[in-house]
């Protein structure tokens, strides 16, 4: 157990629905990782807060945000679903901001666009 | 931009066999390297890990050492088991563009009895 939660495990929804994903690092850290996993893309970065602020963007799609709360718990929210986006959705949390800090996961969200 | 590279897979071994899985990257300034591992239906659990040139990250029988001069991180395990099934990723992290981890594309490794 890896101290970081993600809710739901599981998501199964429609074409054009908006989804939210929801992440709670483990105790103590700051920063927070989303990655997408698909068999096509494999691992991708999306994007990485740092104590509510975001620090650094990847390969996020303009209809996907995200954000972190005071409490440091994350969201990830996906919207105007496309078949394309049915994927795992991981979140990482480490204590620090930019550096080589061991990043430690999530079980992941698996995400279903039907 | 920066990239790891990954033997394809999948690995089948028989139990007690000796394991390499090769990993090589290309970045600019001195990333830190780092092995993933995913079972079945999980996430991924952080293996070991290696922060600068000739270090050498160990866990649970696995080792890598970190090569700078063939930009090479390598998976290596004297004598595999059943349990070591899973997907295994090679992971960087360029410290001087972001802290974000840049993944292969995973080894899948099946182990047999």
């Known amino acids: 157990d890896s101290g970081v939660t993600q809710t739901p495990k599981h998501l199964i929804t429609a074409t054009g629905q908006r989804v939210t994903l929801r992440c709670s690092p483990r105790s103590g850290d700051l920063s927070v990782y989303w990655y997408q996993q698909s068999l096509d893309q494999g691992l991708q970065f999306l994007i990485h807060y740092y104590n509510g602020e975001e620090r650094a963007k990847g390969n996020i799609l303009e209809r996907f945000s995200a954000q972190q709360f005071p409490d440091l718990h994350s969201e990830l929210n996906l919207s105007s679903l496309e078949l394309g986006d049915s994927a795992l959705y991981f979140c990482?949390?480490?204590?620090?901001?930019?550096?080589?800090?061991?990043?430690?996961f999530g079980p992941g969200t698996r995400l279903t666009v039907t | 931009g920066d990239s790891v590279t990954q033997m394809e897979g999948p690995v089948t071994l028989s139990e007690e066999a000796f394991l390499t899985i090769n990993c090589t990257y290309t970045?600019?300034?001195?990333?830190?390297l780092f092995w993933y591992v995913q079972y079945p239906g999980e996430g991924l659990q952080l293996l070991l890990k290696?922060?600068?040139?000739?270090d050498k990250g160990s866990n649970k029988g696995f080792e890598a050492t970190y090569r700078k001069e063939t930009t090479s991180f390598h998976l290596e395990k004297g004598s595999v088991q059943v349990s070591d099934s899973a997907v295994y990723f090679c992971a960087l992290i360029n410290t001087g563009t972001a802290s974000k981890l840049t993944f292969g594309t995973g080894t899948r490794l099946q182990v047999t009895l």
């Open positions: 970045a600019t300034g001195y990333p830190s």
């Open positions: 990482a949390s480490s204590a620090g901001g930019q550096g080589p800090y061991e990043q430690y």
């Open positions: 290696a922060t600068k040139a000739d």
